[in-house]
């Protein structure tokens, strides 16, 4: 995927974020981790959990519990597969997770009319 698609993708998710306005436990679910992984990760590193927390937490204050809900959504996302935890605290996409979100992509662009605008 080309960077302008994925730049596309993230303006698509702060607005859907914005517009919104959902609460931590909507934001937490594991298609937003997937995503967030996907488009900010450094393939060599991964990307460390903080980081998935302080984008979905734009504008407010990180607490405790979101840490931990993060860290159990990513989690679950390791027992999946879709996800390899490299050392405590980062995350790595696997083959898995990309062909996922890949596909979660294409459906996107394919039945939504947001995701259209921005495609056009």
């Known amino acids: 995927m080309d960077s302008s698609t994925r ?6 998710i702060r607005v859907f974020v914005y517009l919104n306005k959902y609460s ?3 934001l937490r679910h594991e298609v ?3 995503l967030i992984v996907y488009l900010f990760e ?3 590193i991964g990307l460390k959990a903080g980081k998935v927390t302080e984008v ?3 504008g407010n204050k990180i607490r405790p519990s979101d840490r931990n809900k993060t860290w159990s959504a990513g989690r679950r996302l390791v027992e999946k597969g ?3 935890n490299l050392r405590t605290g980062y995350y790595r996409m696997t083959p898995r997770g ?3 979100v890949k596909d979660l992509i294409k459906d996107m662009l ?3 009319t947001e995701f259209k605008v921005f495609h056009l």
């Open 7 to 12: 730049k596309k993708i993230k303006e698509v």
């Open 32 to 34: 937003f981790f997937l």
């Open 82 to 84: 879709y996800l390899d």
């Open 24 to 26: 931590w436990p909507v």
């Open 110 to 112: 394919k039945h939504s």
């Open 98 to 100: 990309y062909l996922y």
């Open 42 to 44: 450094t393939p060599s």
């Open 56 to 58: 979905l937490k734009t």
